[in-house]
């Protein structure tokens, strides 16, 4: 499967974005998607988990609450709804997809668990 992040941009804190991740390639319907950032000199994060059907949701705690992840399998995408951001919100996002029937559970919070990922899209949140 192939990915593509979009919606990243300069925002001012307290602001909101919407990224969008495409896949194209195999069914979506049978990946578990994620978003993970990484922000200047820190490792890559984890952000936000959706399983296959939607009904399982992750968040990493300092994004919850202001964060949503979603997805639409008849459109191939998931989404990341960003409100009340935070300078420290300022990353490389990127998009995430595992296939693998073992991603359960927590699992899906640790990035080495996907086997695809997107290029990444940049959000930056001034203060």
């Known amino acids: 499967v192939q990915l593509q992040a979009s919606g990243g941009g300069l925002v001012q804190a307290g602001g909101s974005l919407k990224l969008s991740c495409a896949a194209s390639?195999?069914?979506?319907?049978?990946?578990?998607m994620g978003w993970f950032r990484q922000a200047p000199g820190k490792e890559r994060e984890f952000v936000a988990a959706?399983?296959?059907?939607?009904?399982?949701?992750y968040y990493a705690d300092s994004v919850k609450g202001r964060f949503t992840i979603s997805r639409d399998n008849a459109k191939n995408t998931v989404y990341l709804q960003m409100n009340n951001l935070k300078p420290e919100d300022t990353a490389v996002y990127f998009c995430?997809?595992?296939?693998?029937?073992?991603?359960?559970?927590?699992?899906?919070?640790?990035?080495?668990?996907?086997?695809?990922w997107g290029q990444g899209t940049l959000v930056t949140v001034s203060s």
């Open positions: 390639g195999r069914t979506f319907g049978d990946y578990e």
């Open positions: 995430a997809a595992t296939a693998r029937e073992d991603v359960t559970g927590l699992k899906r919070t640790y990035d080495y668990n996907y086997n695809y």
């Open positions: 959706i399983s296959r059907s939607g009904i399982r949701i």
